[in-house]
């Protein structure tokens, strides 16, 4: 009896244990983020072994994220950043085996055929764009380890491209009204921008300005100024902290590492980890953990699958473990909610007026209430020129003269947004310099949008 009553309690502990151990989600406060009562700052890695240019999802194959996860553990990490994921593949493994290890995931929803495409922003905002991302969403919302999603990576790359933004925008809105619906808790949607000077801080101002529901929860920068053994103020970090003081919602750095000199000495995680910055910035993310054709790796994957750490891989490992976080709420003002100031119009600057975005394309809007459907994953459609089932019901509208677009081109920018001219020139997917996506269909032809609502209708009652 007294076994069998003991072996029963531990059974439900081993059991018990094994769902506890969840991680705690993170939530954002003001402009930080706690999991519970406590401040955390994100001590993490951009992962995309494979390169920028070769679409890989990571969290699919089991033995290389408990491979890769033992030098995340080493190396004292709490998360990762993927850039893009396959939405119809399955993500328990690697996700329960990042959760074990305590670590967490942002997530880019982007893939090479899905996202705002810079060249010609309004015909890619669009239905059958939305279901990708939604359908992203429903992969991922279940896990408590998903820190939060990143609604689009460098967008806004120069000061030409900011037309782009109210449609981004729209994104992190629409991202946020569906994962109220859909989700069961309310999980960080952000904006990673462009290491330039021009317009960075019109945009962490506009994506944080007008209404509640279209504010980002999270601002990441990537940034690459701190160099060799640089400075708190030579690196111009100390400006940063000054231009940025005040803002509601938390930043961090979503990408770093310079590599000007090398090996990386990473002498900013002192900084980055003290109340330097603390009252700012809640840490960041080292690009990135493979070497490859770009050389930021911190290790080395061998063609049989072996991983070597290099030099920089161990001074980050150092300096990591020597800077402790800053104690308490470390600076943070975990009540701020004010919204920031809309930017004012500037030309060659920010060609944005005010805060009107895109209405949500009008067959999007039956995800919200019933839900995305079938995942179609990296083999689904380009999303990037249009969804002819938009172009209709624009078309319809515009017939019965109604004054309210049913999708893009409703924002008010300076250029004009859909261009058909502007998107041939440009490779447009919505990422930069450091994590551009694949371009592997260049000469792309005409679409086959039949293909794209059926394949979406089969997975979901679609009200046409
Ligand atoms: C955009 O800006 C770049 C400089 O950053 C310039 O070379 C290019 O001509 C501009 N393009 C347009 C369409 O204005
Ligand atoms: C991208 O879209 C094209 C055309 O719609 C499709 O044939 C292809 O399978 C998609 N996926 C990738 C990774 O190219
Ligand atoms: C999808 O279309 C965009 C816009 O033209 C293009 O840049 C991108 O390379 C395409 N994706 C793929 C996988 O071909």
Request: charged share 20%.
């Amino acid at each position: 009896m007294v076994k069998y009553t003991l072996f029963a309690a531990s059974l439900m502990a081993g059991l018990i244990s094994s769902v506890s151990a969840a991680l705690t989600p993170i939530e954002v406060k003001g402009n930080a983020f706690y999991a519970g009562d406590e401040r955390f700052f994100i001590r993490g890695v951009d992962y995309l072994p494979g390169g920028s240019s070769n679409f890989k999802d990571p969290l699919i194959d089991a033995d290389e994220c408990k491979r890769d996860i033992e030098y995340f553990k080493d190396l004292g990490l709490n998360t990762i950043r993927v850039y893009s994921v396959d939405n119809s593949a399955d993500h328990d493994d690697c996700m329960k085996q990042l959760d074990d290890a305590g670590i967490y995931l942002i997530l880019d929803v982007n893939t090479p055929n899905n996202s705002i495409n810079r060249a010609n922003p309004g015909n890619s905002y669009n239905t059958a764009y939305l279901q990708h991302v939604f359908a992203t969403i429903d992969s991922f919302k279940g896990y408590d380890n998903l820190l939060g999603f990143f609604a689009a990576n460098e967008v806004i790359n120069n000061e030409n491209t900011t037309s782009s933004a109210p449609y981004v925008k729209a994104v992190i809105r629409d991202m946020k009204q569906y994962i109220k619906a859909q989700a069961k808790r309310a999980i960080p949607v952000g904006y990673s921008a462009a290491d330039i000077s021009i317009n960075r801080e019109q945009q962490a101002k506009y994506f944080n300005c007008g209404e509640d529901e279209e504010r980002l929860d999270m601002f990441g920068m990537n940034d690459y100024s701190w160099c060799g053994k640089s400075s708190f103020t030579v690196s111009g970090y100390d400006q940063k902290v000054k231009d940025y003081s005040g803002y509601s919602r938390p930043m961090f750095l979503s990408e770093f590492g310079c590599i000007e000199v090398t090996p990386r000495p990473f002498t900013e995680i002192g900084s980055l980890y003290s109340t330097d910055m603390s009252s700012v910035f809640s840490g960041g993310l080292v690009y990135e953990y493979s070497e490859e054709e770009n050389k930021y790796g911190l290790v080395s994957i061998k063609s049989d699958g072996s991983i070597t750490t290099k030099t920089d891989y161990n001074n980050l490992k150092s300096q990591l473990s020597s800077a402790t976080n800053p104690t308490g709420d470390a600076g943070a003002s975990p009540t701020a909610d004010a919204a920031s100031e809309c930017p004012t119009y500037e030309a060659g600057v920010w060609e944005v007026e005010g805060s009107d975005l895109p209405s949500m394309p009008k067959r999007a809007s039956s995800f919200i209430s019933d839900g995305a459907g079938k995942p179609l994953g990296t083999t689904g459609p380009n999303t990037s020129y249009g969804d002819e089932g938009d172009v209709a019901d624009n078309e319809a509208m515009a017939a019965q003269g109604s004054t309210t677009a049913a999708s893009s081109g409703s924002a008010k920018t300076s250029s004009a947004s859909g261009s058909a001219s502007a998107a041939a020139s440009s490779s447009g997917a919505a990422t930069g310099v450091h994590a551009s996506m694949p371009n592997l269909l260049s000469p792309v032809v005409a679409l086959p949008f039949a293909i794209v609502m059926l394949s979406m209708m089969l997975g979901t009652v679609m009200v046409v």
